[in-house]
């Protein structure tokens, strides 16, 4: 069988399985061209194995026959031009064009004309039409007639408090210039990020930030946003089984934030308490997101704030207590990555676990055999389990990790980790993996303990 003929049956196959799927789920089929969203778009909506699975597949084998079909000079050129894209989405976030799109007055068959919408933004009519059509050729929104848009079911989710608007001003004003610099800091004798060539400073980046109101608060929109709508995947019992820890068990969040995840943690698992640990200055924030959105766990005294750098010993150690760390060892190079863990590890007993929450790097190889495709074996009763990806795909698709993994060496000369790689960085710590815990979302739990 020729490549291209096995990604049409895998296309086909899959497409059945996730309109089954969508049925079995009561959803309705996916489009793109209605301006409203699909039930699945709510970033908090856990999607049974099979669906996201089969999701999953499909998208990668749709990539790779669009890789098949397109004159590859064509590939290199349109995807070398995708700063103008992101450059165009973050027009259409700045000035709210879904939003404004969306208001109950327009006549969605028809849209509205560039001429008044660039009028009500103070923009030149002809280049926003022209933006607003390199955006529709990318099914962002819609041109209903030469020159007038509407929007479609992407374009809904660019309507604030959607977090993709945030995502993109990160994206399109922070991440294009770092990564304007990044192939400048890869020679070997370069100690410098792309984020400090860039924006010329020489601490890390986060007391840069600190200094400058509008960079952290784009940073904390973009991270809170993305970060608390995947809490749902994460605290799943069905992943890592939270449910079976004892009663009274304390989950340290060491560099937990606002505490969100906490939160996630403290409302889905009564019998558990949760205990935020940050930089002192990060408390009132993370109080004051507890009492909008958790005041019950408040009131119970199961959730709370303690000031703690991790580069000192941890203060908290024994056997009631479990660490958690969403998205801190992936901001430090080696090094200090080397001196939080080794902090841990001195506070951890043979029976403590830590749980350390990231985008685990599964690299792009291709297959060797020929694996069929397993998405109808998914039992979704069980546990999520990522499936092998059929031939001729290679493993993955995971453009998205991967994204985040160039952003952690642009910013930190960090990385993103393969599960090879986390063998390593914790052996070096007197540190072994468990278990790595595949989650429905773009993060995983890799479980720790001492070696
Ligand atoms: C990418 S954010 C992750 C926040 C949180 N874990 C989450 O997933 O939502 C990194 C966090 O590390 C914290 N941090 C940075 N340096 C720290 C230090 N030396 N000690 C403790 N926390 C620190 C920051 O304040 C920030 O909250």
Not at 107 to 112: A, E, H, R, S
Not at 215 to 227: C, T
Not at 363 to 392: C, F, G, H, R, V
Not at 413 to 435: I, Y
Request: proline share 8%; aromatic share 8%; with cysteine.
């Amino acid at each position: 069988m020729s490549e291209l003929e096995a990604l049409r049956s895998i296309i086909n196959e899959s497409l059945d399985i996730l309109q089954d799927e969508l049925k079995a789920a009561n959803l309705p089929d996916l489009f793109v061209s209605k301006p409203e969203m699909h039930p699945l778009d709510d970033l908090t909506y856990l999607q049974t194995p099979r669906l996201f699975e089969t999701r999953r597949i499909l998208l990668g084998a749709c990539r790779m026959l669009a890789a098949a079909v397109q004159p590859p000079t064509e590939k290199i050129i349109e995807e070398g031009w995708a700063h103008q894209r992101s450059q165009a989405l973050h027009m259409a976030c700045k000035y709210n064009v879904a939003g404004v799109l969306a208001q109950s007055a327009v006549d969605q068959d028809k849209g509205v004309d560039a001429e008044t919408l660039a009028k009500r933004f103070g923009l030149s009519p002809d280049p926003f039409k022209r933006e607003m059509r390199m955006l529709a050729s990318h099914h962002y929104f819609r041109e209903t007639s030469e020159g007038h848009f509407a929007n479609n079911r992407i374009s809904m989710s660019l309507v604030p408090p959607n977090v993709a608007p945030y995502g993109i001003e990160y994206i399109a004003v922070w991440g294009l210039k770092t990564a304007h610099c990044v192939v400048d800091s890869m020679p070997i004798n370069e100690w410098r990020t792309g984020g400090q060539l860039a924006y010329g400073f020489d601490t890390d980046m986060f007391t840069f930030i600190a200094k400058h109101p509008e960079y952290l608060s784009m940073m904390v929109s973009a991270m809170s946003g993305l970060y608390e709508s995947q809490a749902n995947g994460l605290t799943t019992g069905r992943h890592f089984p939270w449910k079976d820890l004892p009663p009274g068990t304390v989950v340290v969040d060491v560099g937990g934030g606002e505490g969100g995840l906490m939160m996630a943690v403290g409302k889905a698992f009564p019998h558990l308490k949760v205990l935020d640990q940050d930089r002192p200055e990060v408390g009132p924030a993370a109080l004051a997101n507890w009492q909008k959105h958790a005041p019950e766990l408040l009131a119970q005294g199961r959730i709370s704030f303690e000031p703690h750098n991790f580069f000192q010993p941890q203060p908290r150690s024994g056997a009631e207590y479990v660490y958690v760390m969403r998205c801190i060892i992936h901001d430090w190079p080696h090094e200090e990555s080397v001196t939080i863990l080794n902090n841990l590890r001195n506070a951890m007993l043979p029976s403590s676990r830590l749980l350390i929450v990231e985008h685990v790097i599964y690299p792009p190889i291709m297959p060797k055999e020929k694996t069929p495709l397993l998405l109808a074996n998914i039992d979704n009763n069980q546990p999520y389990k990522e499936i092998s990806t059929p031939w001729p795909m290679p493993n993955g698709p995971q453009v998205l990790e991967l994204a985040h993994d160039i952003e952690m060496f642009c910013n930190f000369k960090a990385k993103e980790r393969t599960p090879a790689e986390w063998d390593s960085l914790l052996g070096e710590c007197g540190l072994k993996v468990v278990k790595i815990w595949s989650t429905r979302t773009e993060f995983s739990i890799v479980e720790i303990m001492l070696a």
